[in-house]
C-alpha cells in the first residue's frame, strides 16, 4: 500500500523518543513533525538523517483505514496503549 497524498497522520500522531533533525529530544505525541512540508510532505524521506522508526514504518490497511481520519483514530489508539505507566 502507498501513503495516502497529504494524510501525514504518521507524522503527526505517534511520539518519536528518537532525535529527528530539528528535533534532537523526538517529538511529542500530536505534534507535528518539524520536517513535514506544508503540503504534509515528510522533507528528508529516502534521506539518511531520516530516523530508523520513520523509515521503518510502511503504510499498511489497518493503519491507514480509508482515511486520514481512520488513521489519526488507530494511531491515538496505539499511542494510549504504549504510553509508559508511571
Given amino acids: 500500500m502507498n501513503c495516502r497524498p497529504g494524510c501525514a497522520a504518521c507524522c503527526i500522531a505517534p511520539s518519536i523518543s528518537s532525535p529527528i533533525p530539528g528535533m534532537?529530544?523526538?517529538?511529542?505525541?500530536?505534534?507535528?513533525?518539524v520536517q513535514l512540508s506544508p503540503d504534509n510532505m515528510c522533507s528528508i524521506f529516502g534521506k539518511k538523517e531520516r530516523p530508523a522508526v520513520c523509515s521503518s514504518l510502511n503504510a499498511s490497511e489497518e493503519m491507514?483505514?480509508?482515511?486520514?481520519?481512520?488513521?489519526?483514530?488507530?494511531?491515538?489508539?496505539?499511542?494510549?496503549?504504549?504510553?509508559?505507566?508511571?
Avoid: H, Q, R, W
Avoid at 491507514?64 to 508511571?86: D, N, Q, R, V
Fill in 24 to 33: 534532537p529530544d523526538g517529538k511529542p505525541a500530536f505534534v507535528p513533525c
Fill in 64 to 86: 491507514c483505514g480509508e482515511c486520514a481520519e481512520e488513521a489519526y483514530a488507530y494511531l491515538a489508539e496505539l499511542e494510549e496503549i504504549t504510553k509508559p505507566t508511571s
